[in-house]
């Protein structure tokens, strides 16, 4: 089992940045290769980033790609999202997810964090 615990959302005006982390605990943090998703209201969960166990490969949404950045430090147990120059469109749920493989896909993911809401006002 991993919980996963996210903080560092809020409001923000576009053109701005905000940084998220997520907190693991329980099984080993490494083992696992990490992902932000996020879901808007009255739309699905969709994938944003991921990061492999060892922080060397990364993959992006075109929507974010040049604005996002994502980051883990294996030795605190934390995965972070650094979101720049903002948009209304990034308005959502962020959640963290550890998986035990490569995917884009929200339903191979094991363990999910409870979310932590971004809200961008123009």
């Known amino acids: 089992q991993v919980q996963l615990v996210e903080s560092g959302g809020g409001l923000v005006q576009a053109g701005g940045s905000l940084r998220l982390s997520c907190a693991a605990s329980?099984?080993?943090?490494?083992?696992?290769?990490m992902a932000w998703f996020r879901q808007a209201p009255g739309k699905e969960r969709e994938f944003v980033t991921y990061?492999?166990?060892?922080?060397?490969?990364?993959s992006f949404a075109d929507s974010v790609k040049g604005r996002f950045t994502i980051s883990r430090d294996n030795a605190k147990s934390m995965l972070y999202l650094q979101m720049n120059n903002l948009k209304p469109e990034d308005t959502a749920v962020y959640y963290c997810?550890?998986?035990?493989?490569?995917?884009?896909?929200?339903?191979?993911?094991?363990?999910w964090g409870q979310g932590t809401q971004v809200i961008v006002s123009s």
């Open positions: 997810a550890a998986s035990q493989f490569f995917t884009t896909v929200v339903r191979d993911y094991d363990y």
């Open positions: 329980g099984r080993t943090f490494s083992d696992f290769d």
């Open positions: 990061i492999n166990t060892r922080g060397s490969t990364t």
